[in-house]
């Protein structure tokens, strides 16, 4: 599992039995009686959350140069404050500059849904949007089409941002691939 994932597991898991502990209290008889629910458990979670990457262009004699004005799509599953499934959330990274690199935020204030606030967990980045009309086939190479997940991620600015890195690039090519048989 990736270390984003590691981390969410562990915060739901943690939320998880916080709950619990809060929702049933025993009796000194040893019977259990239940407790109405009055405290919210703490919640860990950054501010914002920062994707990057980079999307090149790979012609068909196989030369990759970086792509500019290429956008990525971020699509992440998402838990509720107490650990349940929540709607999923997904957005777009800005475009890529001359260099290929992309930077894809999303801050904490923007998946809140009616005062929830969701943890959102399970990332993964793909290809969106060439800006190239001769380079606009995606790939599937390091996950482009499928969905590539962040292996790395690290605390910023008193772990108040959280940057995930994909350490591959993902690629636009110049022709159609071959159609797949199955």
């Known amino acids: 599992m990736a270390p984003i994932t590691h981390f969410f597991l562990a915060v739901s898991l943690v939320l998880l039995y916080f709950s619990s502990l809060s929702v049933i209290a025993f009796a000194t008889d040893g019977d259990y009686v239940p407790k109405p629910f009055t405290e919210k458990p703490e919640q860990v979670e950054t501010t914002m959350l920062g994707i990057q990457g980079m999307v090149y262009c790979r012609s068909s004699d196989r030369k990759a140069m970086p792509l500019e004005g290429a956008v990525a799509r971020i ?108």
Request: one cysteine or more.
């Open 75 to 182: 699509s992440c599953e998402s838990v509720d404050r107490y650990g349940l499934e929540a709607e999923a959330v997904s957005f777009l990274s800005g475009i890529t500059n001359a260099e290929g690199y992309f930077l894809a935020t999303l801050s904490a204030s923007e998946i809140q849904n009616q005062n929830i606030k969701l943890i959102t967990t399970k990332c993964k980045a793909s290809l969106e949007l060439s800006s190239s009309d001769t380079c606009n086939f995606p790939t599937d190479e390091n996950n482009g089409i499928a969905g590539a997940p962040f292996p790395s991620c690290r605390l910023l600015n008193n772990n108040n941002f959280k940057l995930c890195t994909l350490p591959r690039p993902f690629y636009f090519t110049t022709s159609s691939p071959p159609p797949t048989l199955g």
